[in-house]
């Protein structure tokens, strides 16, 4: 059993900083990939930032610049580091992770939290 607990969310203003944690515990051998995605009212869940076992990093378009993706390996966490938030990055954020467990490979998913910028 994996699970994946994401922190960090909440109210800022337009122009502030949020940082997203995302640890993983649980029966975990090994984490490939991981990524954030986000999900805003009405509209589909979006990939916003992912990064391999390497540490090589993606962005979507509307986040290059200022959202920062990084991971602890050793403490199996992953990180999205958000600047300069604008009204339409309001989203739940997912956090999402390829992990070997004692039974197989498998995609796992955190409960999300949420991120309201609002003035």
């Known amino acids: 059993q994996v699970q994946l607990v994401e922190s960090g969310g909440g109210l800022v203003q337009p122009g502030g900083s949020l940082r997203l944690s995302c640890a993983a515990s649980?029966?975990?051998?090994?984490?490939?990939?991981m990524a954030w995605y986000r999900q805003a009212p009405g509209k589909e869940r979006e990939l916003v930032a992912s990064i391999t076992s390497s540490s090589t990093t993606d962005y979507v378009d509307s986040v290059k610049g200022r959202f920062t993706i990084s991971r602890d390996k050793a403490k199996n966490t992953l990180y999205l580091q958000m600047n300069s938030l604008k009204p339409e990055d309001t989203a739940v954020y997912y956090c999402?992770?390829?992990?070997?467990?004692?039974?197989?490979?498998?995609?796992?998913w955190g409960q999300g939290t949420q991120v309201t910028v609002s003035s």
């Open positions: 999402n992770a390829h992990v070997l467990s004692l039974l197989a490979w498998g995609d796992y």
């Open positions: 649980g029966s975990i051998i090994s984490v490939n990939a």
